[in-house]
């Protein structure tokens, strides 16, 4: 959906790392050196960065509409 704010497991912050993970992979680094070079060193975090898929944007498309 959308990346949390904090790993789920230890507490550290990476909501504000995933536009710059996803900057550096786009430009050819791999997965390991982009998490490397943004100091994410615990396998926790970086399992999250690695495994996110952000579908937010096609989420937001549907709203819910109560029914009376
Ligand atoms: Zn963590």
Do not use: Q
């Amino acid at each position: 959906m959308i990346i949390p704010v904090r790993c789920f497991t230890c507490g550290g912050v990476i909501g504000s790392k995933w536009e710059k993970y996803k900057e550096l992979v786009e430009k050819g680094k791999t997965p390991a050196d982009a998490l490397d070079k943004l100091g994410v060193k615990r396998y926790c975090c970086r399992g999250l960065l690695l495994t996110h898929v952000n579908l937010i944007d096609d989420v937001a498309k549907f709203k819910v509409v109560a029914k009376e």
